[in-house]
């Protein structure tokens, strides 16, 4: 009801997303596909198991499953406006009514024909009526005083998708995937309008009466409704003359049909659900590549994108000020960049095939992209507004355009490499902002026929003088850019047995690295063009970089087995793996810092590592080794790491003298470090396992610290609260130990030999003997042991 969440299905979970994020706050497991549908903080769902929950989602808790009667699964449910009546539609044809609050069935309902695929309320309670509509494309009106059928209104030919009714509830409206929108007046249940739309339409919603919608084409107060289908945009519709008054327009719109005028099935950005949100005056759609777009009434801008699924994900790179954003090439014709912060996402439209490549230009506002419909693009974002758009293209290759590079001075020119054995260097206008809204055309300044065979990769050197290429021939070359026209060869780099899949330079050496489906990483000189040093992998390396901004420079190469592996290059040894992904690694890179790196994975997923934690974890390990704790613990602290710090704090508490060892290293600290520490505490302290570190930790500080210098700390009332509870369970389970060791005790103190004398201790009839003696006592004693009653 507040328009904060949104509840998706995602395979046997059901997701619930905080708009204002962009995260996922809970996810409520299932063993079986669920259909949703929350209420207030009621949310209840059902699965092939034929079972309805009830959840509390905001604590992601079933409070009660019941059996849901239908014979078959069931595929729609809704909620009345009371919030207490609960209908579903099932594949059986039947439809069942349940009373939420005092939990049993009111109204079985038959005479569907099929799959009842929609149920709805009339929005006047009082009249209590149930519209529904299955596979026989009528929409029934039941009466629930009577649980009878009152009527069928047959209008479709098709299957009805949605409803919407007026607010004073005399006037309805349906759509249909047969192209077309009805309008009823429930009154005399006849049809008032039939409004042909020209596409299949998923959802309809009704215009507010009161409201200035002038933006979008409203100029009387006659009765308006948005539709939204197969074409993929949002329409306004006039219902009394039947007229599209509006028609959205998207930045870089998709095509949305073919050249003989058909529109195509399989549109990735067509519309299959619409929903308001009347309380922030917005709209919810999804799209059929299960996209969640939110648009602003009045005007329909474009509010929020959540992408729900990426597919394989073949490219991936930071974009926008401070590596802001990221851009993402997934197996398919659009491009998408997400905002690291909130998490929401832009869907950029303009190649007409698979998106295969992605390359930066150094200060990030500018990016490139190629695929396979031959073309290349340059993509600009506005600093401002963080949008996208295109600002130019090439056409020129024969075939698929498989790599491109950006010149990493400044932004003048581009390279790109294509599967028709060519390498073209394309020149950049010097301001793309005097193209104004037009798409400049680029011109190829340079053509080369450069590989017998395919071209897997292509880089620029750092001076913006060389360029080299990579091939699946087995071999790589270095080309001169000094030409105006052509491309000079300088040298040809042979010794890889498989084909070349990655180029990278050298940020400070003249050196080229070079990665192959051979299994081997090659280091070249430029000089004499000889090989330097070979590195080994157990996989076909697919991406490389090499990061400098470190104490040891490293190279990062990407594997099919979905490890990336941290080489030194000075002493060619792998010093971490990187195990995240369940396939290939297509995307690797940097950010200009080298303080982070992105990896994105044939298995459909994004991880952004933090690479200052790949050094320093090492270097912490030295000093943990070297007993020097409070170097160790500063560092540890400074990773942000809670579980890291613990592992000091264990490594602390087990030397020697721990507690004064403890006290003077924590008492060193700085007094941010001091905060983070009680921050930490509050976390451990939630486990058992680690409880005990937690409160050594809390001793020291509560003992040795003065009480005015602990609630300067930042959030230190709430942080001791939060310690409070945690800490009174803990000692009831001590507590509760002590009991039964004190019974144990108790026992033992209780115990004497058979026919002895009731005061005798039991270690008098021990012998004084060696280990031997005592061993073999044992046994006689085995028997001789019995309990007083007590």
């Not at 009249?127 to 509509?133: A, G, I, K």
């Not at 793309?432 to 080369?448: K, V």
Request: a neutral charge.
């Amino acid at each position: 009801k507040d328009e904060k969440h949104i509840f998706c299905t995602c395979g046997s979970r059901v997701n619930v997303l905080e708009i204002s994020t962009g995260k996922v706050v809970h996810s409520i497991e299932q063993v079986s596909p669920d259909f949703p549908h929350p209420c207030l903080d009621i949310l209840v769902t059902a699965s092939r198991a034929l079972l309805l929950k009830q959840w509390d989602w905001r604590k992601a808790q079933c409070t009660r499953s019941w059996k849901a009667i239908h014979t078959v699964p069931v595929a729609s449910m809704t909620f009345d406006p009371t919030s207490t009546l609960l209908a579903t539609g099932g594949c059986d044809g039947t439809i069942k009514l349940w009373d939420v609050v005092k939990q049993y069935c009111t109204h079985n309902l038959k005479g569907s024909s099929g799959v009842v695929h929609l149920v709805q309320f009339h929005p006047d309670i009082s009249l209590l009526q149930l519209f529904s509509s299955s596979l026989d494309c009528g929409i029934r009106l039941w009466d629930l005083r009577s649980s009878q059928c009152v009527c069928v209104l047959q209008s479709h030919y098709s299957a009805v998708t949605s409803l919407a009714f007026s607010p004073d509830g005399g006037t309805m409206l349906s759509s249909g995937r047969d192209k077309i929108c009805t309008v009823w007046n429930l009154k005399t249940r006849t049809v008032k309008r039939t409004v042909p739309v020209y596409e299949a339409v998923e959802g309809v919603v009704l215009l507010p009466a009161k409201g200035d919608f002038s933006q979008i084409g409203v100029k009387t107060k006659d009765l308006h409704f948005i539709t939204a289908g197969s074409k993929g945009v949002l329409r306004v519709w006039e219902a009394s003359t039947a007229r599209c008054v509006y028609t959205q327009t998207l930045p870089s719109a998709p095509v949305a049909a073919s050249e003989d005028g058909k529109e195509e099935d399989d549109n990735p950005s067509s519309l299959t659900y619409l929903l308001p949100l009347p309380a922030s005056s917005r709209l919810a759609a999804v799209t059929a590549e299960h996209n969640i777009l939110l648009y602003q009434l009045p005007g329909l801008t474009t509010q929020q994108q959540f992408v729900g699924y990426s597919d394989e994900v073949l490219d991936v790179k930071f974009l926008g000020k401070g590596d802001s954003h990221i851009v993402v090439a997934t197996n398919s014709c659009q491009l998408k960049v997400f905002e690291l912060l909130t998490n929401s996402c832009q869907i950029l439209y303009g190649h007409t095939d698979t998106v295969l490549s992605l390359d930066v230009f150094k200060k990030g506002a500018l990016f490139a992209s190629c695929a396979k419909d031959k073309s290349i693009r340059v993509w600009q974002m506005d600093s401002a507004s963080g949008q996208v758009r295109c600002v130019a293209q090439g056409f020129s290759h024969a075939d698929a355009v498989g790599s491109i590079t950006c010149s990493r001075l400044k932004a003048s020119f581009i390279a790109s490499g294509s599967q028709d054995c060519t390498v073209k260097v394309w020149e950049l206008p010097a301001d793309f902002s005097t193209t104004g809204a037009d798409i400049h055309q680029l011109t190829a300044r340079a053509t080369e026929k450069a590989h017998d065979k395919d071209v897997n990769s292509v880089a620029v050197s750092p001076n913006d003088k060389l360029l080299a290429s990579g091939s699946q021939d087995r071999t790589a070359k270095l080309w001169s850019l000094a030409g105006d026209r052509d491309l000079g060869l300088l040298g040809v780099f042979r010794g890889h047995r498989r084909g070349v899949w990655a180029v990278c330079f050298s940020p400070v050496d003249q050196v080229l690295a070079t990665s192959s489906a051979d299994g081997t990483t090659k280091l070249w000189s430029l000089q004499d063009f000889s090989c330097l040093k070979v590195g080994k992998n157990t996989s076909l390396t697919l991406k490389y970089t090499i990061l400098i901004r470190h104490p040891q420079p490293c190279s990062l190469p990407s594997g099919s087995d979905g490890l990336v592996k941290l080489w030194t290059i000075k002493t060619n040894e792998c010093v971490k793996t990187l195990d995240a992904h369940q396939d290939k690694v297509w995307g690797l890179h940097a950010s200009r810092k080298d303080d982070k790196m992105v990896t994105g994975s044939a298995d459909s997923n994004i991880t952004i590592w933090l690479v200052k934690v790949l050094f320093l974890l090492p270097e912490l390990t030295n000093l943990l080794h070297e007993k020097r704790y409070l170097k160790a613990l500063g560092l540890a602290i400074s990773l942000d790491q809670p579980h890291t710090v613990l592992t000091v704090i264990k490594a602390i508490r087990q030397s020697e003298d721990s507690q004064q060892l403890l006290e003077r290293t924590v008492l060193k600290l700085r007094l941010d470090q001091k905060e983070s520490l009680l921050r930490y505490c509050v976390v451990w302290n939630t486990n058992a396992r680690s409880c005990l570190d937690a409160q050594t930790v809390l001793q020291v500080l509560l003992t040795h610290l003065p009480p005015e210098e602990l609630l300067q700390y930042q959030g230190a009332r709430t942080h001791l609260e939060g310690l409070i509870p945690y800490t009174e369970r803990h000692m009831q389970r001590i507590g509760r130990l002590l009991q039964a060791s004190m019974f144990l005790d108790y026992m033992w103190q209780k115990m004497r030999v058979t026919g002895a004398p009731a005061r005798v201790s039991l270690t008098e009839y021990l012998p004084e003997a060696d280990d031997e003696a005592t061993g073999s006592f044992f046994p006689q004693m085995e028997e001789a042991f019995h309990v007083e009653k007590m």
